[in-house]
């Protein structure tokens, strides 16, 4: 009988916790007590590359696992409570969750399934790219606009099934949306084990006595209504893939537009600062710029500002980058905000048809209430979008109108007033509310960008506005005329109905 012989040894800095081999190819991942991802190649075991421990992911390493088609690895980190979706490729997050306790142990498994109709579904269910623009890419060259593809990979559903304490497991279609969780199991999951045709479930447990005795559990559960309704919960899944994918999208171009108008504070507070603390008068900014625009007089300082500190040169320089990166709030809202949220309605409508199909999707809990109230929350933010549009045009206009006025000096009484009303919205000393410019104040469009669910600050001027007047004559006006239309094709209903 031949005895095992050894073909290779490597050394490593820290222990390794957890291991688990690519299903496809000659691949050893690795989790050490640092909290580092390593991934190994068998043949000669050379580090392919390593993914350190961060604040977005953590540093405790809990359980870890391949996507079937060796292209994603899962893993869960106990101090952050979340599980991490790294491209095996590059070592590149790609996608993380948050869940309620620490994953102690997960299982991926790809779903195979003999059914006609869920091979004549595979085949037509990204009709979406037909309808569909191509999302635009998004300006930080590390990000990718093209993540749904990466994180769905093959059309064959996939399922990761993770495991806790108190027996708490749940289901992820695609290792992104989540189709069911178990919470009647005892112990802490120790081992799963899902099988291919989604029909049983298999458990083992771990649970302590009072005398810090560990008994072992084996727990099979029946889960024959996933198998059942796999067509639905294929479709489901990945509409909501999509959809995540999205929301994750936007989010990164309001990070990109968020950094271009830090820019603009960061830019007009150093040329500010200095002249702020050099001066020897106890009067505003902006009563400094106003004395200049209203008298044609400028205190020493601000005369030394201008003229030796910024120059002629330099205010064109200032003017034209910050007139820039207006540009690119701009563009970002037209081209990649108006364009995902417009792909995010598209997939909300088809999820709201899907929840109407009652008998088909019902018990897998679609909720047509909460998908309306979503389609609206996507409609506001559209709105909100377009708002934003109007507010940065009409900065844009008073920018150019400051730096001509600074460089130029002849102005038109039109151009004055425009400055007029730039120092007094940009350079007001008013505290609105925390800000990151000190000596300037460009709220009117960062408070789109704030992370919070409060009212404008700065409402834009809606005097005139005759889509508004509209709005208010319906709600409070007379009767429309649309309104008697329907209460007759209704009276005429009934009417033909008895």
């Known amino acids: 009988m031949p005895a095992f012989r050894q073909v290779g040894e490597k050394q490593l800095p820290n222990p390794v916790i957890y291991m688990a081999w690519s299903p496809k190819r000659d691949l050893i991942a690795l989790a050490n007590t640092a909290g580092e991802l390593l991934l190994h190649r068998l043949a000669n075991f050379?580090?392919?590359?390593?993914?350190?421990?961060?604040?977005?992911?953590?540093?405790?390493?809990?359980?870890?696992?391949?996507?079937?088609?060796?292209?994603?690895?899962?893993?869960g980190v106990g101090d952050t409570k979340q599980v991490v979706l790294c491209d095996a490729e590059k070592a590149e997050i790609l996608h993380l969750f948050p869940v309620d306790v620490p994953v102690s142990c997960m299982h991926w498994v790809e779903v195979q399934s003999n059914s006609s109709s869920l091979s004549v579904f595979s085949e037509s269910e990204d009709e979406s790219n037909c309808f569909l623009p191509r999302l635009p890419t998004l300006p930080k060259s590390e990000e990718k606009s093209d993540e749904v593809t990466n994180l769905l990979g093959e059309v064959r559903l996939n399922i990761l099934v993770t495991g806790g304490p108190s027996g708490f497991v749940e289901l992820y279609a695609y290792g992104l949306y989540k189709v069911a969780t178990l919470t009647e199991i005892t112990g802490t999951c120790r081992s799963l084990c899902l099988s291919s045709d989604l029909k049983s479930l298999s458990v083992v447990t771990e649970t302590r006595s009072s005398n810090d005795n560990s008994e072992i559990h084996y727990i099979q559960l029946d889960t024959g209504l996933l198998s059942s309704c796999l067509p639905e919960l294929t479709r489901m899944a990945r509409k909501f893939t999509h959809i995540s994918t999205l929301i994750q999208y936007l989010r990164?171009?309001?990070?990109?537009?968020?950094?271009?108008?830090?820019?603009?504070?960061?830019?007009?507070?150093?040329?500010l600062t200095k002249f702020v603390q050099e001066k020897n008068t106890s009067t505003q900014v902006q009563d400094e710029f106003l004395e200049l625009l209203l008298w044609g007089h400028a205190s020493p300082e601000?005369?030394?500002l201008l003229m030796n500190q910024l120059t002629v040169k330099g205010l064109k320089m200032?003017?034209?980058?910050?007139?820039?990166?207006?540009?690119?709030?701009q563009k970002l809202?037209?081209?990649?905000?108006?364009s995902g949220s417009g792909a995010l309605l598209y997939h909300l409508s088809e999820v709201k048809g899907m929840a109407l199909w009652k008998q088909k999707f019902?018990?897998?809990?679609?909720?047509?209430v909460a998908i309306e109230e979503a389609i609206t929350a996507v409609g506001s933010f559209t709105l909100k979008a377009n708002e934003l549009l109007q507010v940065i045009d009409k900065s844009m206009k008073n920018f150019k109108a400051f730096f001509r006025w600074l460089y130029v000096g002849k102005m038109t009484q039109k151009d004055l007033a425009f400055v007029a009303d730039f120092?007094?919205?940009h350079f007001s000393n008013e505290e609105l509310f925390d800000r990151k410019g000190k000596y300037f104040n460009v709220e009117r469009v960062g408070q789109y960008l704030k992370d919070e669910d409060e009212d404008l600050v700065s409402p834009p001027n809606m005097e005139g506005n005759n889509w508004l007047s509209f709005v208010e004559q319906i709600?409070?006006?007379?009767k429309p005329l649309i309104l008697d239309l329907i209460e007759n094709h209704e009276q005429m209903f009934e009417h033909i109905c008895l």
């Open 362 to 368: 019902q018990p897998l809990g679609l909720d047509p």
């Open 475 to 478: 709600v409070c006006g007379p």
């Open 302 to 304: 601000l005369q030394a």
């Open 46 to 75: 050379q580090r392919v590359w390593s993914l350190a421990p961060n604040e977005n992911t953590g540093k405790e390493i809990t359980s870890l696992a391949w996507r079937p088609d060796g292209k994603i690895l899962a893993f």
């Open 423 to 425: 120092l007094s919205e």
């Open 252 to 271: 990164l171009s309001l990070t990109c537009m968020c950094e271009a108008w830090e820019d603009i504070l960061m830019q007009m507070d150093l040329r």
């Open 333 to 338: 809202v037209i081209s990649h905000l108006q």
């Open 318 to 329: 200032l003017g034209q980058s910050i007139e820039s990166s207006y540009s690119s709030i």
